[in-house]
């Protein structure tokens, strides 16, 4: 019934397969309003649309349904503000793709330049950027976009807080004016429509203020663990409910099995839920979870889609959803009808920037807890058994009861009995031993010292030249000089990207970066650092390499006595600098050269050298 109402909305059946494949079952508001209007040739939309509606299906579907495949010519560029959302967006379209020969690339700063050329060469028909990234590879010629039909800005005033109008608007000058520009937004400031009515030819308005409310009625928490802890803390949390009824998220299939196995191994009433059952199989799990047989559903996103079960009390995100919109789709399960309910999240510490973006996009308030120990967990449960207790002593006792206690009780003490009683039907629950010890997660710095010494104790270099330590800051990372300097042309979005293409680092990794004249500087963390060195071994000027730890004037010693910040090496180093986790943007950098931007060193006073093949 679901794919009969994507269908009357005008879409083919390469477009329904690939939604019976995703799950779909029906389309949300702005799909229904959207795809009609979009499959109408010309047709350009500004739409209000929050995160969690379904909105990149809403306009990649139209599009899918309209370029023309195989002929490796972009058709459909689509900005959107951070790099995450380039990938996820690209990954979403190209799962609806179906069968079609599509190639979708997604292009955003920090990542490697050569990469990105070399796929745009090939040929690409829908590309999802980043203004800054996209700009400049419009600006190098690159990036073809005569054939173009769709130009889609995605979370709009998202790229307009981050400051990217001017990267827009230039993106907007660059391309055909036979386009189709279609706009989405979660808010419609002015500087959006003035956007659209500079840039746009009678647009059709489409605003969607039905947005998921469950959120409004659930408590959103997340807890940081380790990976190997997960399984504890999820115990921990049913046990401490009274009424535990709820779904647990995993990513893969293997891991719902694993999950549901293990629950159900310790006695609990779980069930997993995934794309390799038969339909028989999940009928009967439905059932059995409707008629509360069983509590605990372990399930993909994908099997859970279209789930009608009533008063779930929890939602687990047993790992982290992948965007926000899964993230807004699951919590939404809990906490309806006006009923509250409870989100919670598992996150490892390598995994906060993405939960941050999670939170920041889906506008979640989302709070941090601590898992509940185990003396927490008995208290709570000894409360439930005296409830459960008084409950059973309200009532009027049945004679042929009666009887038995009379004679059960005769010579014995009542209190001892009766709490072997309890004992005898509650067996081993006060046991605070069934609960092993989670171990707090190690914070960020503290994991990076630990890897460093592991590494260290692994190369043999624990006792290694002193004239390096120097060049080492108490984070263990380390200070390199580069023989180019502005003089040369060189800038610090070059120098970033000379590195990532160059020595195959992450842009995240190069810190502390430095112009002068006629040298450079930047601090990378040890390993990071002997890569570039490494990549650089054999580039030399004047028999000098070019790449080399920075050592200041008089040795290791004398760096030791002298306050930070005397030396070229270690300039503007001598007040507390800004960590680099501080001021690092997890949403990406998005780099952009201009018209000097190249990708190897240039020679001494800025002649370019031909790149090595």
Not at 52 to 69: H, Q, W
Not at 82 to 90: D, I, K, N, P, Y
Not at 196 to 206: D, H, L, S, V, Y
Not at 479 to 508: P, S
Request: contains cysteine.
């Amino acid at each position: 019934m679901g794919l009969e109402e994507f269908r009357e909305l005008g879409l083919g059946d390469e477009s329904l397969k690939a939604l019976e494949d995703k799950g779909f079952e029906e389309p949300t508001e702005i799909q229904k309003r959207a795809i009609p209007l979009l499959l109408q040739p010309g047709t350009e939309i500004v739409g209000q649309a929050q995160t969690g509606t379904g909105k990149t299906a809403a306009f990649a579907l139209p599009i899918l349904e309209t370029v023309k495949p195989g002929t490796g010519k972009v058709q459909a560029l689509i900005l959107v503000p951070t790099r995450e959302l380039a990938s996820q967006v690209s990954e979403e379209i190209s799962s609806l793709k179906g069968g079609r020969r599509l190639d979708i690339a997604p292009i955003y700063g920090g990542a490697s330049m050569v990469q990105q050329l070399k796929r745009l060469k090939r040929g690409v028909e829908i590309v999802v950027g980043t203004p800054g990234r996209i700009l400049d590879h419009i600006r190098r010629s690159s990036l073809d976009l005569e054939a173009l039909e769709f130009l889609v800005l995605d979370e709009a005033d998202e790229m307009l807080d981050m400051g990217f109008i001017d990267d827009i608007e230039a993106v907007l000058r660059a391309v055909p004016e036979s386009r189709r520009m279609l706009l989405f937004s979660a808010t419609m400031p002015p500087e959006i429509m003035r956007l659209a009515e500079g840039f746009m030819k009678n647009p059709e308005i489409i605003r969607t203020q039905k947005r998921d409310t469950a959120a409004i009625s659930t408590d959103q928490i997340y807890y940081e663990v380790r990976e190997s802890d997960k399984l504890e803390a999820l115990t921990r949390i049913i046990d401490r409910e009274p009424e535990f009824y709820g779904v647990v998220f995993c990513r893969t299939k293997l891991q719902c099995d694993e999950i549901g196995q293990k629950l159900h191994d310790r006695g609990y009433d779980a069930a997993s839920l995934h794309g390799d059952l038969s339909q028989r199989e999940r009928e009967q799990i439905l059932r059995r979870m409707k008629e509360h047989q069983i509590s605990i559903l372990v399930a993909t996103d994908v099997a859970a889609r279209g789930l009608d079960i009533q008063d779930l009390t929890h939602v687990i995100n047993y790992t982290i959803p992948q965007d926000p919109e899964i993230y807004i789709h699951r919590v939404g399960r809990t906490g309806r009808a006006g009923k509250n309910g409870t989100a919670i999240t598992f996150i490892t510490p390598s995994e906060s920037r993405r939960f941050s973006y999670i939170r920041k996009a889906s506008r979640s308030d989302i709070r941090r807890e601590e898992i509940p120990g185990a003396e927490e967990i008995i208290e709570r449960k000894k409360e439930r058994i005296k409830e459960a207790v008084l409950d059973a002593l309200s009532a009027e006792p049945r004679q042929e009861y009666l009887e038995i206690a009379e004679s059960v009780l005769t010579g014995r003490d009542s209190t001892e009995a009766f709490a072997l009683l309890l004992s005898s039907i509650y067996k081993d629950e006060l046991d605070a031993s069934r609960y092993r010890e989670i171990a707090a997660p190690m914070p960020r710095q503290a994991r990076e010292r630990s890897r460093k010494e592991k590494r260290d104790e692994s190369m043999g270099r624990r006792g290694y030249d002193r004239g390096h330590e120097a060049s080492m800051d108490e984070g263990g990372t380390t200070r390199l000089f580069i023989a180019r300097g502005r003089k040369d042309g060189l800038t610090k979005a070059m120098l970033i990207n000379i590195l990532i293409d160059q020595a195959g680092v992450r842009d995240e990794d190069i810190r502390d970066v430095e112009i002068n004249d006629t040298s450079s500087f930047v601090s990378a963390p040890f390993s990071v650092a002997q890569a570039i060195l490494k990549a650089y071994s054999d580039r030399t000027m004047k028999g000098k390499p070019i790449v080399m730890r920075a050592k200041p004037e008089g040795g290791a010693r004398d760096a030791r006595k002298k306050a930070p910040g005397r030396r070229e090496a270690f300039k503007g180093r001598g007040k507390r600098r800004r960590r680099w986790e501080d001021d690092y943007q997890p949403y990406g950098r998005d780099t952009r050269d201009g018209e000097d931007g190249r990708y190897s060193f240039p020679e001494r006073g800025g002649r370019q050298r031909k790149r090595r093949k």
